[in-house]
């Protein structure tokens, strides 16, 4: 019953209707089917796609670059937004930098690590990481400060130490905030790095898609687009399935206006 | 006797937004012996928190010194802990009542070999049995203190300090609340010192009660409470040495 109640009928509905509206319009006219070839087409192409060895590596090729990069981007936004936050001094010496850098497009940085890395996966990596820093930066800086102060006062007169108080309790505390950075993030790596094969070409789904284009095979580029969708649907659907176990804590607490 | 406990001439001021500053607390002085339940009683916003800060070394005093056993307190005592007024603030929402509890262990570093079961002990003695997987936002006011007092036992601090640690229960869990509380002090040992408004409170609980001001606060008067033990909430309120002690106390506070 859950299962049933959860799905928008309407909405699914009206998507169906688009794309039945989508087929018959590509099928009755030449014109529209070379920008937009029928759905059926474009789901035959697509089927045979993600039996062919080459499409596999392409996604094998974007998932390992989102992954480093997207990991070690939060793995180094955590620790320094935790101590940016923590200690004034050092946010201080780098607030200036931190608010010169966070609203440049990161696309705009491609160039850059091009001509520090060349063309590769290296840049690639470091491309996504850069974007993903920024909204774990600030999210984590935001969840220190915010901190009831209470908690620190707790672990200070339980005879924590500065180190212990970080990691037990400003960084589960923090953890809320945290998350919401590393949900934004999730989406930007994407975007970087399907934007960066394009640029750098080779393998990756991002060139593939490129790739296809050029080669006029447009039923393969849409293809590869919809791949593109459903992985970034499912990556952010294994995102929410952990975040839901990791920050239960977090609704409960909140719904019984505690934090 | 020995004092565990020593405030000397202990004065906070604040500073305002203004540039003014409040004086807070004004020279107070007293001391707590080994083993011994003290009370402070006083008006709201007396100064009463940022005296126990004070002692904890969590808020240096302005003027004055504090001596824990014999030792300066620049910064938090390690036998010392203080239970905060805002005890849900103060828990840990991101650990069950049992992780609360374990945080009290863990933070002493003295690994026991039965850190599980040690916590589940004193989970049952603050009565909060069969709640050990629940989390805090899932219990009442007065289980949310009873897990704060918990965590505050696992540690095994040699002096407890409360903030008016029953002041927001209703009066059932509060009287419930004050037992526990004894319970525990007769069968540890810990040297309590609490501060509440609350002076049949502080008269049913301690051994010694100083009476403190309004802002600035200084100590008025020094009473020793010698009603027998164990306490019982009825005879021992209905004790006429109980309402005397109630009616001096009342008087000196409201002059
Ligand atoms: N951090 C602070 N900054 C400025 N004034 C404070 C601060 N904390 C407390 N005060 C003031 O000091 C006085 C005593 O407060 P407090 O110690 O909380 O009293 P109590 O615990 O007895 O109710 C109050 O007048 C309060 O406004
Ligand atoms: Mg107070």
Not at chain 1, 89 to 94: G, M, T
Not at chain 2, 29 to 42: A, D, Q, T
Not at chain 2, 80 to 97: D, G
């Amino acid at each position: 019953m859950r299962v049933f109640s959860r799905i928008n009928l309407p909405g699914l509905l009206s998507f169906l209707a688009l794309l039945f509206l989508w087929e018959i319009s590509a099928r009755s006219s030449q014109v529209i089917q070379s920008y937009f070839p029928p759905v059926s087409e474009i789901i035959r192409s697509l089927l045979s796609l993600i039996f062919s060895r080459e499409v596999v590596a392409h996604l094998l090729a974007t998932l390992g670059r989102f992954l480093t990069g997207y990991l070690l981007s939060a793995l180094i936004a955590v620790s320094l937004g935790i101590l940016l936050g923590h200690f004034r001094f050092a946010y201080a010496l780098f607030e200036v930098l931190i608010e010169f850098l966070r609203p440049m497009p990161s696309v705009a940085m491609i160039p850059v690590a091009i001509l520090l890395l060349g063309i590769g996966n290296a840049m690639i990596v470091a491309v996504t990481l850069y974007a993903c820093t920024w909204p774990i930066l600030i999210n984590t800086i935001d969840g220190v400060r915010n901190i009831e102060p209470t908690l620190i006062d707790t672990g200070r007169t339980f005879g924590l130490g500065r180190w212990k108080i970080l990691k037990e309790i400003i960084l589960p505390a923090a953890m809320p905030y945290i998350v919401t950075g590393l949900r934004i993030s999730l989406a930007i790596a994407l975007i970087l790095v399907t934007t960066s094969e394009m640029v750098v070409g080779g393998s990756g789904l991002g060139f593939f898609i490129l790739d296809e284009e050029r080669s006029l095979s447009t039923t393969n580029m849409y293809a590869g687009i919809v791949i593109v969708a459903v992985l970034g649907y499912g990556l952010n659907r294994l995102f929410l399935f952990f975040e839901g176990k990791a920050m239960a804590w977090h609704r409960g607490a909140t719904a019984r206006g505690l934090l | 006797m020995v004092a565990i406990l020593e405030v000397k001439k202990v004065s906070k001021s604040y500073r305002q937004l203004d540039g003014e500053s409040t004086l807070a607390i004004d020279e107070i002085s007293f001391r707590v012996e080994k083993g011994e339940f003290v009370s402070l009683v006083g008006p709201s916003g007396c100064g009463k928190t940022t005296l126990l800060m004070c002692i904890a070394g969590l808020n240096p005093p302005s003027t004055g010194g504090l001596v824990v056993k014999d030792v300066e307190v620049h910064g938090p005592p390690s036998n010392l802990v203080l239970v905060f007024q805002e005890f849900n603030k103060s828990l840990f929402a991101w650990r069950s009542i049992l992780g609360n509890v374990l945080f009290g262990l863990e933070a002493r570093e003295k690994r026991s070999q039965d850190a599980q079961g040690e916590a589940r002990r004193l989970i049952k003695l603050v009565g909060l049995e069969g709640f050990e997987r629940h989390y805090p936002w899932e219990l009442s006011g007065g289980m949310q203190q009873r897990v704060a007092i918990a965590r505050a036992l696992a540690y095994g601090p040699e002096i407890l300090l409360m903030d008016e640690p029953f002041g927001s229960v209703d009066a059932l869990t509060r009287l419930e609340l004050e037992d526990t509380l004894l319970k525990i002090w007769e069968d540890l040992g810990t040297t309590i010192l609490l501060v509440t408004h609350d002076i049949e409170e502080a008269i049913y609980l301690s051994d010694r009660i100083y009476v403190v001001s309004r802002r600035p606060s200084r100590i008025l008067q020094t009473i020793d409470v010698d009603l027998s033990r164990p306490r019982h909430q009825i005879t021992t309120r209905a004790d006429a040495k109980f309402m005397e002690l109630r009616n001096e106390i009342y008087r000196q506070i409201s002059q």
